[in-house]
């Protein structure tokens, strides 16, 4: 991922006429080949994970009417309050570069009356998010995620699901150095004797004035705060997970069992608290040690209350977001690269214009095979092309010159082994695709 970093490079100015190059804008990556490969990797291995148990696939809009997040994912939260890409378009409407999927999703399953059909409703998406956040490694303004809903069932075996299936995608990729935190916020009954008791206790402590008003709307945040003077006054607060009623309890005790009936290891963190506001119940994140400051590599969790603030039926649901670009730094602080391990499997050098026009149907038709195959393009001699071979990757090269053209045969190079075979032209569909 490479990073544009300069505003000076907006203004487009140039020196003697020359148009000055331009970068991306700060904070926005661009995957480019070969780390690209390891981009696709990841959110293929999510998706994939997904497409597994059952999850359809949505393409979700970039952007939406801004009022779908200010309700969905909460006014007292950073992402709606600080960090959102909102403007007025040509027609007056404020609209909202998309900062979350799950808002999105519910949106769409309510519109098309997806929830009238068979639940759960169970979807997958990937995708760039935006938001406007101060860039740094692991944080961007534009992020990619690939992430899962499971809309209007409300059964601890499917949050059990919804987590495996990250954990599965985590694994497929090689990825070992994390950690999954788990907690139960709560449900509804729970939810506001809990509130009402640990704003009590944050009435008692020395805070300042905006901390004891995020206090009044959201004492959940106050607990999230991540400052050393507030966070030494809260060691004694009280926690969700010891004040859940007994169907909260119920349920994630179930949730629990379930994962650990499929093996998939967590930590109880009592102290989890997420970025957004429509959490209850089973919330998650999975955490990787080797990223620093943005260890958050995905999470997610069930939100009771969404679907019915947006407008639809009152339907629980659960789902996650992975963090495409931090899953790729995890891997790559472990030593993993998920991408391809090379661009393409065979290669051809042509020597002249007639053996040129023997290769190109034999490349289409190692192609439709199935194999990727590439050729040295332009008059670049004999050096030049088996330079182009060497760089390009591909296990195996095939070269056709004069010699070979009167023959009717081709050499064909293991490109690891070193060594060579001549073979009949018609041999080597054979030859290339039992290898
Ligand atoms: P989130 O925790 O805000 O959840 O984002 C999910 C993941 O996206 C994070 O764990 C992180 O890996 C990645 N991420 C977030 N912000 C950035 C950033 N600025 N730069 C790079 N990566 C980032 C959600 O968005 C929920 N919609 C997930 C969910 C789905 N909950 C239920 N269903």
């Given at each position: 991922?490479?990073?544009?970093?300069?505003?000076?490079?907006?203004?487009?100015?140039?020196?003697?006429?020359?148009?000055?190059?331009?970068?991306?804008?700060?904070?926005?990556?661009?995957?480019?080949?070969?780390?690209?490969?390891?981009?696709?990797?990841?959110?293929?291995?999510?998706?994939?994970?997904?497409?597994?148990?059952?999850y359809?696939?949505i393409?979700?809009?970039?952007?939406?009417?801004?009022?779908?997040?200010?309700?969905?994912?909460?006014?007292?939260?950073?992402?709606?309050?600080?960090?959102?890409?909102?403007?007025?378009?040509?027609?007056?409407?404020?609209?909202?570069?998309?900062?979350?999927g799950t808002?999105g999703v519910v949106?769409a399953v309510?519109?098309?009356?997806?929830?009238?059909?068979?639940?759960p409703v169970k979807l997958r998406y990937?995708?760039?998010?935006?938001?406007?956040?101060?860039?740094?490694?692991?944080?961007?303004?534009?992020?990619?995620?690939?992430g899962i809903e499971a809309i209007?069932?409300?059964?601890?075996?499917?949050?059990?699901?919804v987590?495996?299936?990250?954990?599965?995608?985590?694994?497929?990729?090689?990825?070992?150095?994390?950690?999954?935190?788990?907690?139960?916020?709560?449900?509804?009954?729970?939810?506001?004797?809990?509130?009402?008791?640990?704003?009590?206790?944050?009435?008692?402590?020395?805070?300042?004035?905006?901390?004891?008003?995020?206090?009044?709307?959201?004492?959940?945040?106050?607990?999230?705060?991540?400052?050393?003077?507030?966070?030494?006054?809260?060691?004694?607060?009280?926690?969700?997970?010891?004040?859940?009623?007994?169907?909260?309890?119920?349920?994630?005790?179930?949730?629990?069992?379930?994962?650990?009936?499929?093996?998939?290891?967590?930590?109880?963190?009592?102290?989890?608290?997420?970025?957004?506001?429509?959490?209850?119940?089973?919330?998650?994140?999975?955490?990787?040690?080797?990223?620093?400051?943005?260890?958050?590599?995905?999470?997610g969790?069930?939100y009771?209350?969404l679907?019915?603030?947006?407008?639809?039926?009152?339907?629980?649901g659960i789902g996650f977001g992975?963090?495409?670009?931090?899953?790729?730094?995890?891997?790559?602080?472990?030593?993993?690269?998920?991408?391809?391990?090379?661009?393409?499997?065979?290669?051809?050098?042509?020597?002249?214009?007639?053996?040129?026009?023997?290769?190109?149907?034999?490349?289409?038709?190692?192609?439709?095979?199935?194999?990727?195959?590439?050729?040295?393009?332009?008059?670049?001699?004999?050096?030049?092309?088996?330079?182009?071979?060497?760089?390009?990757?591909?296990?195996?090269?095939?070269?056709?010159?004069?010699?070979?053209?009167?023959?009717?045969?081709?050499?064909?190079?293991?490109?690891?082994?070193?060594?060579?075979?001549?073979?009949?032209?018609?041999?080597?569909?054979?030859?290339?695709?039992?290898?």
């Amino acid at each position: 991922m490479s990073n544009g970093d300069s505003a000076s490079d907006q203004a487009g100015g140039s020196k003697k006429g020359k148009p000055r190059a331009l970068s991306a804008p700060k904070g926005v990556p661009d995957y480019v080949p070969p780390e690209s490969g390891g981009f696709l990797a990841v959110r293929g291995a999510v998706l994939e994970a997904a497409e597994r148990a059952g999850y359809g696939y949505i393409e979700l809009p970039i952007f939406e009417d801004t009022t779908l997040y200010a309700r969905g994912v909460g006014e007292s939260t950073d992402v709606v309050s600080k960090e959102m890409y909102t403007f007025a378009d040509r027609g007056d409407r404020s609209v909202t570069l998309r900062p979350e999927g799950t808002a999105g999703v519910v949106r769409a399953v309510i519109e098309h009356g997806l929830d009238r059909g068979q639940l759960p409703v169970k979807l997958r998406y990937a995708g760039p998010f935006f938001r406007y956040e101060r860039p740094q490694a692991g944080r961007y303004r534009q992020l990619q995620q690939a992430g899962i809903e499971a809309i209007g069932v409300d059964d601890p075996a499917l949050d059990a699901e919804v987590i495996a299936i990250a954990d599965e995608a985590f694994k497929r990729l090689g990825l070992t150095g994390y950690r999954l935190d788990l907690t139960s916020l709560g449900d509804a009954e729970s939810r506001l004797p809990y509130r009402e008791k640990l704003q009590a206790f944050l009435a008692g402590l020395d805070l300042d004035e905006a901390t004891r008003e995020r206090a009044s709307i959201n004492p959940l945040r106050v607990l999230d705060d991540k400052r050393p003077e507030v966070q030494a006054q809260l060691s004694e607060a009280p926690l969700m997970l010891d004040n859940l009623s007994e169907a909260a309890s119920a349920h994630f005790a179930e949730v629990r069992e379930h994962l650990d009936a499929m093996g998939v290891a967590y930590t109880i963190n009592p102290r989890l608290v997420r970025g957004l506001d429509y959490y209850t119940k089973t919330t998650f994140e999975f955490v990787h040690e080797g990223l620093g400051a943005q260890s958050g590599i995905g999470g997610g969790g069930r939100y009771d209350g969404l679907m019915e603030q947006l407008g639809g039926q009152s339907l629980s649901g659960i789902g996650f977001g992975i963090g495409v670009d931090r899953t790729l730094l995890a891997l790559r602080a472990e030593g993993v690269d998920p991408g391809p391990a090379s661009r393409v499997d065979v290669f051809a050098v042509a020597l002249g214009a007639e053996a040129r026009a023997a290769i190109v149907p034999l490349l289409s038709r190692l192609r439709d095979a199935g194999l990727r195959v590439d050729m040295a393009y332009g008059n670049r001699g004999m050096k030049g092309s088996f330079k182009a071979a060497d760089r390009s990757g591909a296990a195996h090269t095939l070269v056709l010159g004069e010699q070979e053209l009167a023959d009717g045969t081709v050499v064909l190079k293991d490109m690891s082994a070193g060594t060579q075979k001549s073979i009949p032209l018609p041999d080597v569909m054979g030859e290339l695709t039992a290898r």
